[in-house]
């Protein structure tokens, strides 16, 4: 089964910066939207950012200005780049995909993002 793999999490200070990466393992359903959810311990997963198909962004408030999403069609793929990271955006980050389906979705196995200060 086709999964969505994310890269490039890790260990930054405060005031760094990750680029994250998402893309799919193998053939997928054509997708309509992408995005980035994350949790920290003891919350609830909420959206980051996330893009339609014609690059229309939304972004939770609390990245806004800092984070920036992007995706590259032709390759499925879909980015998060993020700035001016602060210990608040300690998290795992999950990829999301969806079709034009209602039931086409498919989550990544999520990767770990921790800003020390």
């Known amino acids: 089964q086709v999964q969505l793999v994310e890269s490039g999490g890790g260990l930054v200070q405060a005031g760094g910066s990750l680029r994250l990466s998402c893309a799919p393992s193998?053939?997928?359903?054509?997708?309509?939207?992408m995005a980035w959810y994350r949790q920290a311990p003891g919350k609830q997963r909420e959206l980051v950012a996330l893009i339609t198909s014609r690059g229309g962004t939304n972004y939770a408030d609390s990245v806004k200005g800092r984070f920036t999403i992007s995706r590259d069609n032709a390759r499925n793929t879909v980015y998060l780049q993020m700035n001016s990271l602060k210990n608040e955006d300690t998290a795992v980050y999950y990829c999301?995909?969806?079709?034009?389906?209602?039931?086409?979705?498919?989550w990544g196995q999520g990767t770990q993002v921790t800003v020390s200060s």
């Open positions: 999301n995909a969806n079709g034009w389906s209602p039931y086409q979705e498919q």
């Open positions: 193998g053939s997928i359903f054509r997708i309509n939207t």
